[in-house]
């Protein structure tokens, strides 16, 4: 089911039409006009996406879309640019920005881009949990044993599961538990 969107857009009529666009596809639309609207309504409300214009009367879109990805990074912007400010938009998808609308858009295109961005983050965050219980489930703290030797493999494993993506070669005699510290090892890396 669709979410919570803010629309920072210093034009009325784009707002407006925004609003009523991503209404009829069964979003929550919020409207912020300015900067400094959006950063209170940012702060005040969580978002599933938001449509952020890079040109803004009292900040630059840049900025504001920094900030909103530092502080919230598990938020999809999408950003809304003119061709003069292309460059800009490619930047912010450099830096994190979901994706790029051009003005004047398509309400079609904006739709389904809207709707992707929206699948795209629902299935990071269903990831994310899955990883997490996965974690909870086969992670270090469930390998059983305080001797000298546990705690050793416990150690190693953690730094291998911390060095950059590598192969590991499990040895050892039948029912030593390679298989938990495999799973321990693939849950605790990156």
Same mark, same amino acid.
């Given at each position: 089911?669709?979410? &919570? #969107?803010? #629309?920072?857009?210093d034009?009325?009529?784009? $707002? ?12 929550? +639309? #919020? ?6 609207v959006?950063?209170?309504?940012f ?11 890079? $040109?803004l009367?009292? @900040?630059?879109?840049?900025t ?14 999408i950003?809304?640019?003119?061709? !003069? =400010? ?9 830096h ?6 051009s003005?004047p858009?398509?309400?079609d ?7 992707r +961005?929206h699948? /795209? ?7 994310? @949990?899955d990883?997490?219980?996965?974690? !909870?489930?086969?992670?270090?703290d /469930?390998?059983?044993?305080? &001797?000298p030797?546990?705690?050793e +493999?416990?150690?190693? #494993?953690?730094?291998?599961a911390?060095?950059? !993506? ?7 005699? =039948? ?12 849950y605790? &890396? !990156?």
């Amino acid at each position: 089911m669709p979410g &919570s #969107v803010l #629309v920072v857009d210093d034009e009325k009529m784009i $707002r407006w039409s925004l609003r009523k666009r991503l209404e009829q596809e069964g979003y929550s +639309v #919020v409207e912020a006009e300015s900067g400094e609207v959006a950063r209170r309504r940012f702060r005040d409300d969580s978002f599933e996406i938001a449509l952020m214009d890079m $040109r803004l009367p009292d @900040t630059d879109g840049m900025t504001l879309f920094q900030e909103f990805h530092d502080t919230h990074p598990e938020t999809p912007v999408i950003i809304i640019t003119a061709y !003069s =400010s292309l460059e800009g938009a490619v930047d912010a998808i450099k830096h994190g920005a979901a994706d790029y609308i051009s003005k004047p858009f398509d309400l079609d295109e904006l739709s389904l881009t809207v709707n992707r +961005v929206h699948e /795209n983050s629902v299935m990071r965050r269903n990831v994310t @949990t899955d990883l997490d219980q996965k974690r !909870s489930q086969f992670g270090l703290d /469930n390998i059983v044993g305080y &001797s000298p030797q546990i705690m050793e +493999v416990k150690t190693l #494993v953690r730094k291998v599961a911390q060095g950059p !993506s590598t192969t590991t070669l499990l040895l050892g005699e =039948s029912g030593t538990g390679k298989d938990l510290v495999a799973r321990a090892l693939h849950y605790e &890396s !990156s």
